[in-house]
């Protein structure tokens, strides 16, 4: 419980960062909305002048774009990407601090197990995840309702918003396990950067190809589509379970190559 709770002392200053800029992020987007709302025609019109390659790797559907679900599916494809960089951070960082930071003889020379050390640390991860995701939700419901010019679905609007935290969970437990196999990682943002703009960019290569529901497969962004969560109000349980997958492979591995490893101090 020390560690559980030292650990979240450690996260509190980024998270509060990282919680920021979302909001801020969000702030933005949806202030452009009303604007949009009231020339609505002309939005659309504009938008079919772009290609139908351009307007996949957006995230941008005709049928919705104008209503604030479907305005809102597409600036939130951006605030995904915001996302998945505070988690993959989250996940690279928490296993790999004592290292970067010199503590690490210090913590191992504790009665407590490795298992341990990894249990409270990414418990504390996943809190994070929580309390930014629970935080982001209250405050873009709020928003949501403010510049609404009609009427939404709530339950597909939670839908949307809970896709934040799956690929969050996702990429927490990629950043984890990708960090156990460096003996020396001195910077995480190399690292957490090259990882999450690879996927995004393969995932917007995906929206264009012909295969493109078998090759979403490689790319956490695209789990989520959220014009069928709109059509459907539901998730494709196929890349759900797929995420599932990820995440679980990802815990077990890092567990395994943490209690084997040599851990060095930088």
Request: aromatic share 14%; net charge positive.
């Amino acid at each position: 419980m020390n560690m559980f709770l030292h650990e979240l002392k450690t996260l509190r200053k980024t998270t509060t960062i990282w919680i920021i800029v979302l909001v801020a992020l969000l702030a933005l987007y949806l202030s452009i909305y009303p604007g949009m709302a009231n020339d609505a025609e002309d939005f659309k019109k504009l938008l079919e002048g772009y290609p139908a390659s351009v307007r996949a790797m957006l995230g941008i559907n005709l049928d919705t774009i104008t209503s604030i679900l479907g305005f809102y599916s597409m600036i939130f494809s951006f605030i995904v990407v915001f996302g998945a960089i505070q988690a993959m951070n989250l996940g690279v960082s928490i296993l790999s601090r004592e290292s970067r930071e010199r503590t690490a003889d210090f913590l191992l020379v504790k009665p407590v197990s490795r298992t341990s050390i990894v249990t409270a640390k990414l418990s504390a991860a996943f809190t994070v995840i929580i309390i930014t995701n629970i935080i982001f939700l209250a405050v873009s419901f709020i928003m949501a309702n403010a510049v609404k010019t009609a009427d939404f679905d709530v339950n597909t609007f939670l839908l949307i918003n809970f896709t934040l935290f799956f690929i969050q969970v996702i990429f927490v437990a990629i950043g984890m396990v990708s960090s156990v196999f460096f003996n020396k990682l001195k910077n995480i943002l190399p690292l957490s950067l090259g990882v999450v703009f690879g996927l995004y960019m393969l995932g917007t290569l995906i929206a264009t190809g012909k295969d493109a529901n078998t090759a979403r497969y490689f790319s956490p962004f695209k789990y989520f589509d959220i014009p069928y969560i709109i059509k459907n109000i539901s998730y494709e349980s196929s890349y759900m379970i797929t995420g599932i997958a990820i995440v679980i492979i990802s815990i077990i591995v890092s567990y395994i190559v943490y209690n084997k490893k040599d851990i060095h101090a930088v």
